[in-house]
Nanobody
């Protein structure tokens, strides 16, 4: 399965963005999915998790209450609604598919830049 994130851009602090992760070459409906991000000079970090039926979600402490993860299995797509963005959210955002206990490849990311 190939994953491609999109929807990033340059926004101001307080704005919102909705990221999309589109899958191709296979179906994501049987897999949990996750969002990760990597800020300049930092390691990649976990952002959000959603199980295959969207009945269980989890978030990192830094985005809890501001970001919402969702999915549309019929469209083979996962979303990340990001609200109340701040400059610390500036990063390249990636999605990943979870195979068992391991995260798969991250695919092509999308850059989010938040100006103060």
């Amino acid at each position: 399965v190939q994953l491609q994130a999109s929807g990033g851009g340059l926004v101001q602090a307080g704005d919102s963005l909705r990221l999309t992760c589109a899958a191709s070459g296979g179906t994501i409906s049987n897999y949990a999915m996750g969002w990760f991000r990597q800020a300049p000079g930092k390691e990649r970090e976990f952002v959000a998790y959603i199980n295959r039926s969207a009945t269980r979600k989890s978030y990192s402490d830094s985005v809890q209450g501001r970001f919402i993860v969702s999915r549309d299995n019929a469209k083979n797509t996962v979303f990340l609604q990001m609200n109340s963005l701040n400059p610390e959210d500036t990063a390249v955002y990636y999605c990943s598919l979870k195979y068992g206990n391991n995260w798969g490849s991250y695919g092509q990311g999308t850059l989010v830049t938040v100006s103060s």
